[in-house]
Nanobody, 122 residues
Framework: QVHLVQSGGGSVQAGGSLRLSCQAFGYFNSMSCMGWFRQAPGKEREGIATIANDGTTRYLDSVKGRFTISHNNAKSTLYLQMASLKPEDTAMYYC????????????????WGQGTQVTVSS
């Protein structure tokens, strides 16, 4: 069993930066996919950044060039560095991980963090 605990987030003005962290407790190695999702009020959850076990990263078009996903296996931690934040980035952000998922952009992850709020003011 893997338990994901998120930290970071908060409120920032447009143009600012934030870093989200997601620490895994339990067996974290050999995850096929890890990712970050977000859900804004009244909207569906969307995948914004994923990283596969071969290091391949993918990003939602609206965050490309502004967000960076990375992980530190030694610390069992997944990160999302967010820069040039916009009001439309306001949402609840979730990290996720899965051992068998083959297409990392799909939302069928087994392990999810508790969520952390990111609010960007104009």
């Amino acid at each position: 069993q893997v338990h994901l605990v998120q930290s970071g987030g908060g409120s920032v003005q447009a143009g600012g930066s934030l870093r989200l962290s997601c620490q895994a407790f339990g067996y974290f190695n050999s995850m096929s996919c890890m990712g970050w999702f977000r859900q804004a009020p009244g909207k569906e959850r969307e995948g914004i950044a994923t990283i596969a076990n071969d290091g391949t990263t993918r990003y939602l078009d609206s965050v490309k060039g502004r967000f960076t996903i990375s992980h530190n296996n030694a610390k069992s931690t997944l990160y999302l560095q967010m820069a040039s934040l916009k009001p439309e980035d306001t949402a609840m952000y979730y990290c996720a991980a899965d051992r068998t998922l083959q297409i990392c952009s799909e939302p069928y992850y087994n392990y999810w963090g508790q969520g952390t709020q990111v609010t960007v003011s104009s």
